[in-house]
């Protein structure tokens, strides 16, 4: 099973965005999606909620997967 940190960058890139098209997208900057999907942050619980979202997938899906 992927992380979170592993998903986020897998969907991101399934979708043909860069890191500031998706920090745009949630309202963070792209050194702020460099972060979650490096493992060194953790999305806000809102920001969770908007890149699931945004994604089409569920925020569990997404966030209670191998940390």
Same mark, same amino acid.
């Given at each position: 099973?992927?992380?979170?940190?592993?998903?986020?960058?897998?969907?991101?890139?399934?979708?043909?965005?860069?890191?500031?098209?998706?920090?745009?997208?949630?309202?963070?900057?792209?050194?702020a999606v460099?972060?979650?999907?490096? =493992?060194?942050? %953790?999305? &806000?619980?809102?920001?969770?909620? @908007?890149?699931?979202?945004?994604? =089409?997938?569920? %925020?569990? &899906?997404?966030?209670?997967?191998? @940390?």
């Open positions: 099973m992927a992380t979170t940190a592993e998903e986020i960058k897998r969907l991101r890139k399934k979708e043909g965005l860069t890191q500031e098209q998706l920090g745009e997208v949630i309202g963070v900057t792209g050194m460099s972060k979650y999907e490096s =493992g060194d942050a %953790v999305p &806000s619980d809102d920001n969770k909620m @908007k890149i699931a979202r945004h994604f =089409g997938v569920s %925020v569990e &899906s997404l966030f209670f997967t191998n @940390k």
